[in-house]
Each structure stands twice: as C-alpha cells, then as structure tokens.
C-alpha cells in the first residue's frame, strides 16, 4: 500500500492541477478523445486517473499506461539583451592552452564570428531545448506520433 501511496503522490506532484496536456493516442473504445486535442488538468483521482477539462469542452480522464500524452510546456519568457554586449575570446597559446586573459571583441570583429557563436549556442543547448518542436510546444518525437497517428499511419 505504501508503493501505492508514493506513485500517487509522484504522479500528483508531476502533474498538478493547471498542467496543460497535449493528447496523443486515447485508448478509448467508447468516446475518445481526438489525437492532438489539448486540455488542462483538473485533479488526479486514487486511481491516478488525470481528470482533464479538454479545450473542446469535454472532461473525460487520462489513464497513464493506456492513453499517451505529452506535458506542453509553459511558454517562454524572452529576453532583451541590452548594448553594449561585449564578446570576449580566449585565444590558445603556443602550447595550445587557453590564455587566462580574454580579448575582448569589437562589435565588428564579433560580427565575423557570428556562424561560430551560433554553432557553440546550438551545440551547448540544453535536452529539453533540443527536443522540443519547431513551436516549441511539444516534444518533437510526440509531434511525429500524432501526425502518424492523424495519417492513419
């Protein structure tokens, strides 16, 4: 019973109510909802069932290892980057080590390095940041599955 009671809390702690869920496959015979149909968690009940009230006015609840879904994220904040930004590049020695000094780039000279800037942002991207869609609002994997799923494939 105790295994019980630490999953249901696991569960209520992973998704609290006002959570938004994006539907992939519901195992419903009866009246499923359709793939791809978006909602927010109301509750989780002891069954650890998601009670959704889904964007098309419906209600029925998720039942985690049956219905598949993924947790949209929350939207992004963006941020102003202010002037002066300065760019700062530590240049290898003779040896090949990194100087301790950095020189510190013109806006000119860092302009040149753009395509080397953006390749060390991307490489250096966090998993979530690399997962997510093109809109940012699913992770990319659960996107495909509902376009298949959509396709009839």
């Known amino acids: 019973m105790k295994k019980y009671s630490e999953w249901l809390k696991f569960m209520k702690e992973q998704y609290p109510p006002g959570t938004r869920i994006r539907l992939i ?6 009246s499923p909802v359709s793939p791809g149909t978006e909602g927010t968690v109301n509750f989780i009940d002891d069954q650890c069932q ?3 009230d889904w964007d098309n006015g419906r209600t029925l609840a998720i039942i985690p290892g049956e219905d598949r879904f993924c947790v949209i994220p929350k939207q992004l904040h963006t941020s102003k980057l202010y002037m002066p930004l300065t760019v700062r590049l530590y240049e290898k020695n003779e040896w090949g080590d990194t100087e301790n000094e950095p020189v510190v780039l013109d ?3 860092a302009l040149a390095h753009e395509n080397d800037i953006l390749a060390t942002h991307f490489k250096e991207r966090m998993p979530q940041e690399a997962e997510l869609s093109p809109d ?5 994997s659960d996107v495909d599955a509902i376009n298949r799923r959509r396709k009839g494939r």
């Open 25 to 30: 496959e519901m195992n419903d015979p009866y």
């Open 50 to 52: 998601l009670h959704m």
């Open 107 to 109: 806006n000119r000279t």
């Open 136 to 140: 940012g609002t699913c992770m990319k």
